[in-house]
């Protein structure tokens, strides 16, 4: 057997599940399913063995807003200058537009929209942009040909991974993509995740976690392949890889494509030990955070959690943390508002600075925001309030 499973994260409910009063006490009815992850030695591919069916995932009801940190609308906005610059496509197309921080930077008739969530769809279709509520398949590429012809620039944050059948997804690219077209992948790094033992980066929608060697390998079998990559903070950590054909000798390789794949392949993100390794600080990471919440609990004080993430839902489920441990969490998007966190009893209220103000400690879920909520919560602090973190190891900050 090619894949080695590395990682048992228990019972996990679908993370962007978010359970209305109703559904709670129905609760014998949620869905949960075994998080294992496992490490391919062939395709050095990172990924869950349980895969949902995406009906489940990403339907009308997806609560998640990309647009609702200002961290990510900034890189959004600052990455559009830079397409525009370097590439200055005609016509770009997005793969998971979600509520459209970045479309809302182009022109109207430069800019195409995959979204198939089509609460979100709906969203960029009013804004006046092109949308197909679709899933990403060679179906649609087709569709989109046929309409538009080839498209110069195909950008994806944070979705690829989504989708499991990945041959699919790079077939359907190939067939869209001009000769000399280029393609944008973003999305979290495995490497920053295992340096940062950020095991919350595994949950349901995340089927895979690409290092720059896995996706090397799989873009070979396209005739693609990378010009450049750039290491980003966002979510934690990011890779932006900058894809062509190989075909295209215009554009040259820069050395960041190599200095990537040397310092993945020095860490050992292609041996399977390195993964045990993690599993071990996994482990040792989920004893600390337990500890450091029931020391705070014999002190009577009181816990908030900030930032109902996915994440969040699998260190509540795997540390198995419950409304005795974390009060509530508090959280800025409309659609996770008045509900409960993914099999837990812990309830998710609008954010407002009284209940910050309320707490003695916030537990970071959305940690990858850390600098832009510190900077907002700046008397909290000042008040001698404190985070709660498990990453990259459990602490009090
Ligand atoms: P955030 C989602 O994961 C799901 P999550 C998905 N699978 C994915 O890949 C990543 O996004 C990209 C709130 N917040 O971005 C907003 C505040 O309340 O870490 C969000 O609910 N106040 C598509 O859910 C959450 O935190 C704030 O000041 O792990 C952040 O979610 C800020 C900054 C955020 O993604």
Redesign the pocket.
């Known amino acids: 057997m090619s894949n080695n499973e590395f990682l048992d994260l228990g019972y996990q409910p679908l993370a962007?599940k978010y359970l209305s009063k109703r559904e709670k006490w129905k609760r014998t009815n949620e869905e949960t399913y075994r998080l294992k992850v496992g490490f391919n030695n062939q395709t050095k591919l990172v990924s869950l063995y349980k895969k949902i069916p995406v009906k489940k995932m990403f339907n009308d009801t997806y609560p998640?807003k990309s647009s609702?940190?200002k961290?990510m609308l900034n890189s959004f906005l600052s990455l559009s200058k830079k397409i525009k610059k370097r590439f200055n496509p005609k016509m770009t197309l997005e793969i998971g537009s979600n509520d459209g921080p970045l479309i809302r930077n182009f022109k109207k008739n430069e800019i195409i929209c995959v979204e198939p969530c089509s609460n979100l769809a709906k969203i960029t279709k009013k804004m006046g942009y092109i949308t197909f509520n679709n899933y990403w398949n060679y179906d649609l590429s087709k569709k989109i040909k046929k309409q538009f012809n080839k498209i110069d620039l195909i950008y994806s944050a944070?979705t690829l991974t989504?989708i499991e059948n990945l041959k699919d997804v790079f077939k359907s690219i190939d067939n869209l993509l001009s000769k000399h077209g280029v393609l944008i992948i973003e999305d979290p790094s495995l490497l920053e995740c295992i340096k940062k033992v950020s095991y919350d980066q595994f949950y349901n929608?995340?089927i895979y976690i690409f290092s720059s060697i896995s996706l090397n390998n799989l873009l070979e079998k396209f005739n693609l392949e990378f010009f450049d990559i750039e290491q980003l903070t966002t979510?934690g950590g990011s890779l932006r890889f900058y894809i062509k054909r190989k075909s295209n000798k215009k554009i040259k390789i820069k050395a960041s494509v190599s200095k990537q794949l040397t310092k993945e392949k020095k860490f050992g993100l292609n041996k399977l030990s390195t993964y045990l390794r993690f599993k071990d600080k996994v482990i040792n990471s989920k004893k600390k955070l337990i500890l450091i919440i029931n020391k705070i609990k014999k002190t009577n004080k009181k816990i908030v959690g900030y930032?109902?993430?996915?994440?969040a839902t699998t260190i509540l489920n795997y540390c198995n943390l419950s409304n005795k441990d974390i009060a509530h969490f508090?959280?800025?998007?409309p659609d996770?508002v008045g509900k409960f966190m993914p099999g837990k009893n812990i309830k998710i209220l609008k954010?407002n600075k009284k209940l910050v103000n309320n707490a003695d400690y916030l537990f970071l879920g959305?940690w990858?925001?850390k600098n832009?909520?510190f900077l907002?919560e700046k008397n909290f602090i000042k008040n001698g309030g404190k985070f709660i973190t498990h990453v990259p190891f459990p602490r009090i900050i």
């Open positions: 962007n998640y609702m940190s961290t944070n989504h929608e995340h979510h930032g109902a993430t996915a994440k508090v959280d800025t998007t996770k954010y959305a990858n925001f832009e909520i907002k």
